[in-house]
């Protein structure tokens, strides 16, 4: 009788122990982490990684990427296990069910926006693997310009490069006022003299 009892446990451990391991797969095992936790941490990984390669790209100033992998469900109905070859194929027709990558490049001044969109979304395409090029969005964002440096000019405080142009500038327009000045004084000396001309007695 007590075999029995054993053969009977032993066979029910059998049976239960599939189970259990799925039901682990499926719940997630508090010491491992849920499974759409692991993906996020992988698919950061990925992001930092694809971010560091693309700055490279000549004409780069920053890069922020993002990546996201669809979590797997085991268990879910729709897996090839369950539903054969055909869902392969109508997983790749679902953009939700696909991997995809965002990246967002900041350039310098002078690159073509084109240029770097499809350098970055070919070697998104390259290092990821498993992402269509249709998948990834590539935005480009061209780095705001540095503010000019001022220099002083007297009381004024203007920018280094229009310095030259604005002290020839004031230059001229200095002469122009002494050239009016003495004009202005020569008109008048002139008209003094005929008042005086004019007021002295005829012999």
């Not at 498993?130 to 920018?159: K, N, Q, S, T, Y």
């Not at 020839?168 to 002469?175: D, F, K, N």
Request: charged content about 25%.
């Amino acid at each position: 009788m007590a075999r029995v009892a054993s053969t009977h446990a032993r066979t029910l451990t059998r049976c239960l122990a599939p189970v259990l391991a799925l039901t682990v797969v499926a719940c997630g095992d508090p010491r491992l982490g849920a499974p759409a936790d692991e993906q996020r941490v992988r698919d950061r990984a990925l992001a930092s990684d694809l971010a560091r390669h693309i700055e490279v790209i000549p004409g780069v100033e920053r890069v922020s990427a993002w990546v996201r992998h669809p979590v797997r469900d085991p268990l879910a109905p729709d897996t090839l296990a369950f539903r054969g070859a055909d869902a392969g194929s109508d997983r790749d027709d679902d953009p939700a069910a696909r991997a995809a990558a965002s990246i967002a490049v900041v350039t310098r001044a002078g690159v073509s926006p084109s240029t770097i969109a499809t350098q970055a979304r070919t070697l998104a395409v390259a290092a990821l693997g498993d992402v269509r090029a249709d998948d990834v969005e590539v935005m480009i964002v061209a780095a705001l310009p540095p503010p000019p440096e001022l220099v002083d000019l007297g009381p004024f405080r203007v920018e280094r490069g229009s310095r030259t142009g604005l002290v020839i500038t004031l230059a001229a327009a200095l002469v122009l006022i002494a050239g009016l000045a003495s004009w202005i004084v020569v008109i008048d000396l002139r008209s003094r003299r005929r008042q005086r001309g004019a007021a002295s007695p005829r012999h």
